[in-house]
């Protein structure tokens, strides 16, 4: 990966808007004594730098698999003062990346967060984010995922439907996942039952415990 500069910094339209909400669920659920807290699709980064500052002494280790945003993460970790913000990983979730080096060594993980991912990815990649996290996670570990959700069966406003409609057709296998449909695969994994959080925007957090 080249050096970043200044012009590799991205921003994310969503920051400012969810960044607070955001952390204040995740404040709620993880304990910040140590330990690595692992986020996939970190895109821009923003947000990576954002939690990272507010949850030190956490480790906040952020991973794409695009050189794009992997260059505009570094920039956004150059600009911080602490070492809560770990250097950028390249990951595609579809594989078995509990087994790479850069994570493996920070293993037991106290958290593996993914934001608006699994909707614009095919089922793999979800199939992929959970099998790892269950293989990384310490056990009371969270699960975090954010984004838009079909709840149980149910679309959520005509704004997501909508959103939904215009995924689905770019490409049928992405679209909104159902929550029931993730906790099934979570429950199949090893977690636990599945906390829903409505968030602004008629998103949602989805929490699960990893089990010892």
């Not at 690595?36 to 002494?57: D, K, M, N, R, Y």
């Not at 250097?87 to 037991?108: F, K």
């Not at 695969?185 to 959080?197: M, N, W």
Request: aromatic letters at 8%; proline letters at 7%; a negative charge.
């Amino acid at each position: 990966m080249l050096p970043p500069t200044i012009g590799d910094l991205m921003r994310s339209p969503s920051f400012e808007r969810n960044a607070e909400p955001i952390l204040g669920e995740l404040r709620k659920r993880l304990n910040r004594d140590a330990g690595t807290v692992l986020e996939i699709g970190s895109g821009s980064g923003q947000h990576a730098a954002f939690f990272a500052e507010a949850l030190a002494p956490l480790t906040w280790l952020p991973t794409d698999p695009q050189t794009l945003h992997l260059r505009s993460i570094e920039a956004w970790r150059q600009m911080q003062s602490g070492e809560s913000l770990a250097a950028p990983v390249r990951l595609d979730a579809r594989r078995d990346w509990s087994a790479m080096p850069e994570i493996r060594d920070r293993a037991p993980l106290a958290g593996v967060y993914s934001q608006n991912v699994i909707h614009i990815a095919d089922w793999d990649v979800c199939e992929g984010l959970v099998a790892g996290a269950a293989r990384c996670l310490q056990p009371g570990g969270k699960l975090m995922l954010y984004g838009p959700f079909i709840v149980a069966g149910e679309m959520t406003g005509a704004g997501n439907r909508t959103f939904h409609a215009s995924l689905k057709a770019q490409d049928p296998d992405w679209g909104l996942r159902d929550t029931d449909d993730v906790a099934a695969l979570a429950k199949q994994h090893g977690f636990g039952r599945t906390e829903i959080v409505p968030m602004p925007s008629d998103n949602r957090m989805l929490f699960f415990d990893r089990l010892a």
